[in-house]
């Protein structure tokens, strides 16, 4: 009889605050085709003549505010989440990370050494974009076929639009939902637009039609911007906000480039000049907190808005482990058929 598990992976962390080890990990993360999908030599020029250089003192500096004693937040939240869902289904479950330690090779090593040979991989992204869900997808099933190939598993699709998932996101939401607010801002990590248009295979929707998001198209499937604005329209909808009461946006840009608009820091700087006073901010792309949740909107983003002339900014934490999100992957892991690839 098979023996399963589950794999929880997400982008992972750098293994201290210090420059060295912020570069390092930087230069994992950034230079992956997926992530700057630049052509080879162009990543490697921008990476090494220009980012490396100066960007990892910066954000080793950001991360020193958000570390905790038990290490870097994703990586303690993730843990945390691990062992409540391995009580929660009976199941040994295991953490790895695309960028980091643990690697995905390391996971799989993991897998190996529990005799699991038919494992749940469970990406903790809702919504697929190149540079987040297919990438982590794409390097576990290599490292799966290069050190565990005949190994059965399944992967999570992407949940952002599953009414089981927006009730744990309005579940988790309304201690803050219950208490006065102007608006609540729904902040997506952002993406260069090119990466929508590079995800339509018809070449003729994204950003090309009319309020493409809204129309029916094939491309949904791989359209990230689309995806979150379903997540965004099926919250409003289940909590019962109206259309004055929410917008969304897009935040961490990085280059030249345009990337998906509007933008949260600069609606951060905007709102309160609109009669946006007491503001509510969640991360629904992000399942656990980390640093771009924490320093870039509960740090900085506050500040900006607050010194905008705004009174009253708070941020609802992501799922993180609470017992609403655990109870949710648990059930999708009583759902899961064995065996199946």
């Known amino acids: 009889m098979a023996r399963k598990g589950i794999l929880l992976l997400n982008l992972?962390?750098?293994?201290?605050?210090?420059?060295?080890?912020?570069?390092?990990?930087?230069?994992?993360?950034?230079?992956?085709?997926?992530?700057?999908?630049?052509?080879?030599?162009?990543?490697?020029?921008?990476?090494?003549?220009?980012?490396?250089?100066?960007?990892?003192?910066?954000?080793?500096?950001?991360?020193?505010?958000?570390?905790?004693?038990?290490?870097?937040?994703?990586l303690v939240t993730t843990e945390k989440l691990r062992s409540k869902l391995e009580v929660a289904t009976g199941l040994p479950v295991i953490t790895g990370m695309r960028y980091g330690t643990p690697s995905c090779a390391e996971a799989v090593q993991e897998v190996l050494k529990h005799g699991i040979d038919d494992l749940f991989v469970m990406p903790q992204y809702p919504h697929y974009a190149m540079s987040s869900y297919e990438t982590v997808v794409v390097k576990i099933q290599e490292e799966l076929a290069?050190?565990?190939?005949?190994?059965?598993?399944?992967?999570?699709?992407?949940?952002?639009?599953?009414?089981?998932?927006?009730?744990?996101?309005?579940?988790?939401?309304?201690?803050?939902?219950?208490?006065?607010?102007?608006?609540?801002?729904?902040?997506?990590?952002?993406?260069?637009?090119?990466?929508?248009?590079?995800?339509?295979?018809?070449?003729?929707?994204?950003?090309?039609?009319?309020?493409?998001?809204?129309?029916?198209?094939?491309?949904?499937a791989n359209c990230y911007k689309h995806q979150c604005v379903q997540t965004t329209l099926l919250f409003a909808k289940r909590a019962g906000l109206s259309p004055d009461k929410f917008e969304m946006s897009f935040q961490s840009r990085f280059g030249p480039e345009k990337w998906v608009p509007p933008y949260t820091d600069e609606r951060f700087e905007a709102l309160p000049s609109e009669g946006v006073k007491n503001l509510l901010v969640m991360c629904p792309a992000f399942t656990a907190d980390c640093l771009e949740t924490i320093e870039e909107i509960s740090e900085e983003g506050k500040e900006d808005f607050l010194h905008a002339g705004g009174e009253s900014f708070e941020q609802i934490p992501c799922l993180n482990d609470q017992d609403v999100y655990v109870k949710y992957l648990a059930d999708r892991a009583a759902a899961w058929k064995p065996n199946h690839v």
């Not at 060295?20 to 700057?36: C, K, M, S, T």
């Not at 921008?46 to 905790?68: D, F, M, N, Q």
């Open 146 to 220: 290069r050190l565990a190939p005949n190994l059965k598993y399944h992967v999570l699709q992407p949940y952002f639009n599953d009414p089981a998932y927006i009730d744990c996101l309005v579940e988790s939401a309304k201690p803050w939902l219950s208490k006065p607010f102007d608006k609540i801002l729904f902040s997506y990590h952002g993406v260069p637009e090119r990466h929508l248009r590079k995800g339509d295979a018809s070449k003729a929707h994204c950003t090309k039609v009319k309020d493409c998001c809204l129309q029916a198209s094939p491309s949904h």
């Open 12 to 74: 992972g962390s750098p293994k201290s605050t210090s420059v060295p080890h912020v570069r390092e990990y930087l230069r994992e993360f950034l230079g992956d085709e997926r992530v700057i999908d630049y052509p080879a030599v162009f990543r490697f020029a921008l990476l090494e003549g220009i980012v490396l250089r100066t960007r990892p003192k910066k954000s080793a500096a950001a991360y020193a505010t958000v570390w905790t004693p038990e290490g870097a937040p994703l």
